[in-house]
């Protein structure tokens, strides 16, 4: 007697989906960017951007104020000087003062120069001027302009 050949086919399961999985795409892998330069490409970005920043700089530094050394020469006689006044303003702009000092002295004590500093950007500026002396004031104007010098020495008369 023979036996009968049971054949029994196997199919792989299916899940059931439901309709939102079907709509959705499925993410295969890693994203790719939609534009990835070369490295040659990537470094004349770099390049660019490092001289667009220091054409920046370089156009906005004098703008910057600097801290520059002021010396005041006292000429003439000092002996009578008991002190001066300097007013710092743009020169052809508005004459509102951007910067100011006062020195006073004991009769008989001023020094020939007198040190200080400002902290001004470049540019062109008036310098009003009085100087005090025992039995009178002075007063002047001196046009100065600042620069790459970071020594100025003002002669007063």
Known sequence: ???PLLLVTLRPMQRETTT???TQPQAEGPAKPL???SPRRRRLL??????GGGAA????SPHWPKERSVDFRLDGETGTVVGFDVTWSRAGGEAEAVSGSSFHFEPGRAPKIVHTSVH?????YALDIRIDRADRSDSMQRTLTLGDAE???VPLR
């Open 20 to 22: 939102d999985e079907e």
């Open 46 to 51: 770099s390049l660019l951007l490092l001289a």
């Open 1 to 3: 007697m023979t036996s």
């Open 120 to 124: 001004l950007p470049d540019g062109s």
């Open 57 to 60: 700089f370089l156009s906005l």
């Open 151 to 153: 020594q100025i020495t």
């Open 35 to 37: 534009f990835t330069p």
